[in-house]
């Protein structure tokens, strides 16, 4: 499975981004694709997860009401539409997918950066 992200940038305080991330390869076998980000001297944490079967849903604490996972299987395309940013979070965001419910997220997109300024 390849993982393509896109849609990060510069945006204010406030404002709004969409981010994409488009899947290729053994797309069927996917389970669950996720977003992940990573701010300059933190670790990696997780945002936002979507089942490819049945759209279920799960978010961190500190998006949910702003941020919403979504998929459009027919595209192979989950999007994370990210409403009332903060600076806090800028960060190099990540999409990924894991093949079953008890494995890990063993396939990563190359990030696209996000930076909102205040």
């Known amino acids: 499975v390849q993982l393509q992200a896109c849609g990060g940038g510069l945006v204010q305080a406030g404002g709004s981004l969409r981010l994409s991330c488009t899947a290729s390869?053994?797309?069927?076998?996917?389970?669950?694709m996720g977003w992940f980000r990573q701010a300059p001297g933190k670790k990696r944490e997780f945002v936002a997860a979507?089942?490819?079967?049945?759209?279920?849903?799960s978010y961190a604490d500190s998006v949910k009401g702003r941020f919403t996972v979504s998929r459009d299987n027919a595209k192979n395309t989950v999007y994370l539409q990210m409403n009332s940013l903060k600076p806090e979070d800028t960060a190099v965001y990540y999409c990924?997918?894991?093949?079953?419910?008890?494995?890990?997220?063993?396939?990563w997109g190359q990030g696209t950066e996000v930076t909102v300024s205040s």
């Open positions: 990924a997918a894991r093949m079953a419910p008890i494995t890990a997220y063993d396939y």
């Open positions: 390869g053994r797309t069927f076998s996917i389970y669950a």
């Open positions: 979507i089942m490819r079967i049945g759209g279920g849903t």
